[in-house]
Structure formats: structure tokens, C-alpha cells
């Protein structure tokens, strides 16, 4: 495991299949997006393939159409990935990006992203809406990222140091600073 925590530490990944991966507002598809730029990669954002449509309908060829992905040569995706499909992610990638932040940069993040996206009425994965009577819910963004922090941060860290992840590339980048650094040096 390549463990990059210091500003500019470790080298640009000589990836082809990236994974982004962090808690719920760690910037995972942000981080994605400038990444497939430098890199050349096409950026697929997994919210927006696992959400068909409106109503936040699951697509029903999620999982299909994830393995299509990931079983192909480049590619970076900005998920930990959902259960049915995060085994295959991790098998197919050859580097993990883990924007491991602490909570308190996360949520803010989250709540001035919710926010927005509430008062300007955003369409976003499926042609969905977050509402505001959806920040009431135990599904919303806010509530998800402060309830599922810790776990997620466990499941990732346990995954980085599984002997059948061993061949991966892990970059951890714990500040969003020395995550800018990190990119800048990208490519």
C-alpha cells in the first residue's frame, strides 16, 4: 500500500483502472472528474449509473452494466461502490485515490452541496431533485454522511490492507491540501 498522507508525497498514479473512494462529501466525484482530465480516463459517476430515473428508481442493469465498465482497459470511477457491485470494482482496479478526511471537513461540504442543490431545485442522478422535506429522512445526504462516516472509513481501511487487494495501488490523502497538491502532481 502506497500510503500518501504529506502535501505532494508519493508519485502520479500510473493508472489506467481508478477508483475514488471516501465518505459521503469527501469530494470523490470532484476528485474524479480533475483526475480523468489529467489522465485521460473517461470518468463514469456511479450515483448517476445507479439511479434510472426520476423518483430515485435503481436502474435495473446496475450491476451489468458496472462489470461492462469495469471489465474494460480505463476507466475511473467515484465510489466506494455500492454492495452488489463493490467486489467487482475492487478486483478490476489497479489504483485506489481514498480521500480519507475527517468529519469535520465532510460535513459542511455536504450540507452547503445539499443546500444548494435544494434551493436552486438541481436536477441531478435520473433527473432527481434533493428536496427539502428529503432532510428529514434517514436517507438524506447530510444524515447518511455523519451516520456512515466511521463505518466507511472501516470498511475502506480493511479493504486496503486485504491480502486480495494487495496488488492494488492505494493513494490516502488525508486533507483536501495535500489532495490538490497530490492532483497537481498527477499525470
Request: hydrophobic share 45%.
Amino acid at each position: 500500500m502506497t500510503d500518501t498522507t504529506g502535501a505532494g508525497d508519493g508519485e502520479a498514479p500510473a493508472a489506467r483502472r481508478v477508483l475514488v473512494v471516501g465518505s459521503t462529501g469527501a469530494g470523490k466525484t470532484t476528485m474524479a472528474g480533475a483526475l480523468s482530465r489529467k489522465l485521460g480516463l473517461p470518468h463514469h459517476e456511479m450515483d448517476a449509473l445507479y439511479f434510472g430515473g426520476p423518483g430515485w428508481r435503481v436502474n435495473e442493469g446496475f450491476a451489468e452494466e458496472v462489470a461492462r465498465i469495469a471489465a474494460g482497459p480505463r476507466w475511473i470511477i467515484d465510489s466506494l461502490g455500492y454492495p452488489e457491485v463493490r467486489d467487482v470494482l475492487w478486483e478490476k482496479a489497479d489504483t485506489i485515490v481514498w480521500l480519507d478526511y475527517p468529519r469535520r471537513v465532510i460535513m459542511p461540504r455536504v450540507l452547503r452541496r445539499s443546500l444548494r442543490r435544494s434551493l436552486l431545485r438541481e436536477r441531478i442522478f435520473g433527473g432527481n431533485r434533493e428536496t427539502w422535506a428529503e432532510w428529514l429522512t434517514r436517507d438524506h445526504p447530510a444524515w447518511s454522511a455523519w451516520r456512515g462516516h466511521a463505518d466507511r472509513r472501516a470498511e475502506i481501511a480493511r479493504r486496503t490492507r486485504a491480502a486480495r487487494f494487495a496488488p492494488l495501488r492505494v493513494v490516502r490523502l488525508t486533507a483536501p491540501a495535500r489532495a490538490a497538491a497530490w492532483l497537481r502532481a498527477a499525470g
